[in-house]
């Protein structure tokens, strides 16, 4: 029999009256040997290829992934990567690009409902926005950051987006925004939120409080962009999954049930070429728009001017007078049982110190 390109390493007896050829006879013992090895029949060319490469074969694979990782890995240094569209998706859901630094954020920011998220405002923001995803985690030391709250960043994607990351779920704050921007208010397009993180429309403007105490913007201004906001947004019924309770306050009175944003003040208001927007919807409730105006108060009566910088602290008499006449004019649209309602809603916050309780009740001592 013609000698084959190979040894088999099983015993074969040929029938001395076999009338099959010797190409038969190898061929046969070809198919056995494949099924011997657990194959259908022949071991195909690579495979026996990659059996006489033997061992050297994990050498090959080795060598050829590291090149591969080398080759399409995203360079972080540079800040490559996919950063477009995502979200996400905010506890200050706005958007701002900074234009110039000021001293402090002028208003002590409301707490998110969110467990977790209580760390105090960082100092010299034009603008508030708390948290798109998982494939932005790898490039946020890339990304520029221009804003954050308690516990969130706010990163530059590009000219029209920014990506907000946060410690809690945005898809129900994501949600209303998007119902409320289908309705035409005035809040950040929200182009995708997954889990943590959100991608929003970038806003170019600084905020409310920043263009007041520039003196861009004077205080009866600023109280009436405040008043007409409260306004539009009052007049759009709150959706079916919008709660109307919150720490354990009941909005909803006498079964009224509009949007609430509860955290209505300069600084979550940014001004921009069309229009004023209104940012951070965290703590966004179904209810009785009374009560929404008369937490814009209580907001603004707490404030302590020592902690909005040198700046503003030496012009205390300026804020003090720019304070009474916020406070007049949104405590003259709300009721005293409604203030009420807002300072007890307003030290239930975890982040409300003795201080501030005593400013609050004072305030509300003096109305």
Not at 117 to 124: E, K, V
Not at 143 to 162: C, N, P, T, W, Y
């Amino acid at each position: 029999m013609a000698p084959r390109d190979r040894l088999s390493k099983n015993l074969y007896v040929i029938a001395p009256d076999s009338t099959a050829s010797e190409a038969e006879i190898a061929a046969a013992m070809d198919r056995h040997d494949g099924l011997r090895a657990g194959w259908g029949g022949p071991k195909p060319g690579w495979f026996q290829t990659v059996e006489r490469v033997g061992r050297w074969w994990y050498l090959i694979a080795a060598v050829l992934g590291s090149v591969s990782f080398i080759l399409f890995a995203p360079n972080e240094a540079s800040g490559a990567g996919e950063v477009g569209t995502g979200r996400r998706h905010g506890p200050d859901p706005g958007t701002v690009a900074p234009s110039r630094p000021r001293s402090g954020s002028g208003i002590r920011r409301e707490a998110p409902r969110h467990p977790g998220d209580a760390r105090p405002l960082p100092q010299g923001r034009q603008g508030l926005i708390p948290a798109e995803h998982e494939r932005h985690r790898g490039y946020a030391s890339a990304m520029e950051q221009i804003g954050g709250g308690r516990a969130s960043q706010v990163f530059a994607l590009d000219d029209r987006k920014v990506l907000r990351r946060g410690p809690f779920d945005a898809a129900a704050e994501a949600r209303l925004m998007r119902y409320l921007h289908d309705l035409g208010f005035p809040v950040p397009e929200v182009f995708a939120a997954d889990g943590a993180e959100m991608t929003m429309q970038r806003l170019n403007g600084r905020t409310l409080g920043a263009e007041v105490g520039a003196g861009t913007i004077g205080v009866p201004e600023a109280a009436k962009i405040l008043l007409d906001l409260h306004d539009r947004l009052h007049e759009i019924d709150a959706p079916r999954f919008l709660a109307s309770s919150t720490r354990e306050f009941e909005m909803a009175r006498a079964g009224t049930r509009k949007v609430l944003h509860l955290d209505l003040h300069p600084e979550n208001v940014i001004i921009t070429d069309d229009g004023p927007f209104l940012i951070d919807w965290t703590n966004a409730t179904a209810g009785d728009p009374e009560y929404d105006l008369a937490v814009s108060w209580a907001i603004i009566a707490g404030i302590d001017v020592t902690e909005l910088g040198p700046d503003t602290a030496a012009q205390s008499a300026w804020f003090e007078a720019a304070r009474a006449g916020l406070l007049t004019t949104i405590g003259g649209r709300t009721s005293r049982p409604a203030l009420d309602i807002a300072v007890a809603y307003r030290t239930a916050d975890p982040n409300t110190n003795a201080a501030e309780a005593a400013r609050l009740h004072k305030a509300l001592n003096d109305s």
